[in-house]
């Protein structure tokens, strides 16, 4: 009977500590009886609360803790201190979250003001955090104060930062190229902050029109050169405030009996000596500011809470606990040792119970391994399959055949894209479309890429896809975006491009908020290296390449706004033989050639179409389709084309882009545009005459031509090519014959590669 009690003693103790482990956790009480303790997704603890008489309103302590539960404009619901958002509230630390506003001196590129404010903090009760906060500068043309009161005095200091160029700023780094920042000091109230401009941005406004300062939370917020423009939009930033109770010592308040802090509380004053904090006793926990105080944990609930050993009893009593030995030790000391009764039996239950569980763990251990090894095996079979199927061999012998020119291209592991992907987290999708979806990913190296999930999948369609991919691996065009490799061990094949940091033209023209800032130099500037992009791959490349979804969503740009053509996913190869494919009709409703659209027979002319689509875009920032519109104006490109024929032009144009000097360029454009939007493929230009007129606009634009036969044999050498008269097919306000001034000087120097249209 000894030998089986000693076998069921560790059973018993299992089954206590168990029941222990499993009890409900004690809900200590956050707010005063009767008082939501709660707004929203944030808990409002003593001595705050939501209505009278829930929060500290006493006349003999200075406080201000009221929180306003209210709903925003978009019904989320808010808790408000002050002016201020509230995201969380610690009684623990004495600290509160708050969203406070950046300061902005804003200013357009003539150097004129656009916007600019300076917010305060005006609750005398808090003190800006200065261990959990700084205060930080952004701008390349920036300087900024901190002011507030320090010790019942004013107090101020200052933060300056500069840049010349985008490419000295360095991303993480605040030292004072683009980003400074300064500690805060301890007890600052009344707070206020300025961002100032040196030179109203004008040297550095097409990439930082803007002068920012914040207080900002330490830990959340790491210093990028996209904050030179993108903080004008995000205007809110966390901060951490601190929070006593009055402005006296715990001596002084206990003395007078309105010391707040409740049973099991010890009172603690403030460093800098404004008022005070209350704190659970050791052992206890709960909200120290309420009357009943604080609660005596059961550190026997936890393992982590007590150091009781596998011979002791856990028991709890008020602040603490103890450990007693269970039945069959003894107190030797202060360590529990084995009764000297029956020894042989108690190692023999030692040897047995080790035993069992060693069995066990090899069985556990064993029966894993064999598991994970047929799983993995059965992935690489899985992966050689899709290699196999998805055209891997193929792929590698044309590689293999084309290592002059390719050998930059890479067969990327399943493993390597997974893990540069967070294994396609949502929050790594750039964007999603009819061919696939598009991932940011990052390399070991750091490098970004761009990581496109193509909806390609069946048999027949292999070829092809690994003919496009060994084609526009050999693509060399500053503006088409590189193909980096791909991936074929997945069911569909992943494409690695490189990733373009600044967007979409797409974006860019129809957020209010951006198409102010991308300037008729810009567009002219997309449009010119777009038209050379397609040109190219009409013409330059060894087998010709049809787009077939030329659209604003597909132009990216990067930091300086360079035009980098991509997606693809619906492109055609046209053989050297051929001019022109039949294809099941593929595009963008509002971009699609409506010839190809009827007859399903797609030709380079096609491309011409959507590009002048792209070009009504540019000078309208009207969308391809507008339902919202009246009928007659919803499709852009037959508005368009009326509004030039018709002599309204100018009334759809967008405002910003138009002057006393450029009004001749638009309407050149404009008419580019007409001719490219023609219902007849034959009636258009090919891309490499657009490409063409559009480069000698871009030529006119930057210099101020004063004597234009005297340039013309400087333009000449430009274009490297001899002159000769060009017509353009101006509708009602151009004519072909025009010989004089403006237009007779595009006449003379632009020259079609192919003798005109």
Known sequence: MGFLRMLMQPIRVGMMLSAILAATATSFPLSLPNCSDSCGDVEIPYPFGKTEGCYLND???????????????????????????????????????????????????????????????????????????KFVAVGCDTYAYLNGDLNDQPFSIGCLSKCQNK????????????????????????????????????QVWDFNPCSFAFIVQEGKFSFSSDYLISLQYNRTLPMVLDWTIGNETCKVAQNKGNCICGANTKCSDLNNGSGYR???????????????????INECDAKELHNCTSHQHCVNKLGSYHCPCIEGYHLDGEACVLDQFAPNISSLAIILTIGIGVGLLVLLVGGSWIYWGLKKRKLIQLKEKFFQQNGGL????????????????????????????????????????????VYRGVLPNNKVIAIKK???GSQHQVEQFINEITVLTQIIHRNVVKLLGCCLETEVPLLVYEFITNG??????????????????????IAAETAGALAYLHSATSV???????KTANILLDGNFTAKVSDFGASKLIPLDQTELNTLVQGTFGYIDPEYFHTSQITEKSDVYSFGVVLAELLTGRKALSFNMPESERNLAKYFVSAVKDDFLFQILEDHIVNEGNI????????????????RGEDRPSMKEVAMELEGLVIMEKHPWGNANANIEEIENLLNAPTQSFNIDVGTNCSSNATTGYDSMINQVLKPLDGGR
């Open 504 to 525: 979409t033209l797409s974006d860019h023209i129809h957020d209010k908020g951006r198409s102010f800032f991308l300037s008729w130099e810009k567009r002219l500037k």
């Open 167 to 202: 490419s000295n700023v360095v991303n993480g780094a605040c030292s004072g190229i683009g980003c400074c920042e300064m500690k805060i000091p301890e007890g600052l109230k009344n707070v206020n902050y300025t961002a100032y401009s040196f030179y109203n941005h004008k």
């Open 278 to 296: 209350c704190k659970c006793n050791d052992g206890y926990e709960g909200n120290p500011y309420l009357k009943q105080g604080c609660q005596d």
């Open 544 to 550: 010709p390449i049809i787009h077939r979804d030329v």
């Open 394 to 437: 193929l792929l590698q012998q044309k590689l293999s055949n084309h290592q002059g020119s390719v050998e930059t291209t890479k067969i990327y592991s399943a493993e390597e894209l997974e893990k540069a992907t967070n294994n396609y987290n949502e929050s790594r999708v750039l964007g999603q479309g009819g061919y696939g979806t």
């Open 664 to 679: 001749k360029l638009l309407k050149e454009v404009a008419n580019i545009a007409k001719s490219c939007l023609s219902v």
């Open 454 to 456: 193509s909806k390609i």
């Open 59 to 133: 006349n003999a302590i200075s406080g201000y803790y009221f929180i306003n539960c209210s709903t925003s404009a978009d019904g989320q619901t808010q808790p408000m201190i002050g002016d201020f958002s509230v995201s969380s509230i610690s009684f623990e630390e004495g600290e509160i979250e708050v969203q406070t506003d950046n300061s902005l001196d804003c200013y357009y590129k003539s150097g004129a003001p656009l916007e600019n404010n300076s917010p305060t903090l005006t609750l005398s009760t808090f003190t800006a955090s200065a261990t959990k906060n």
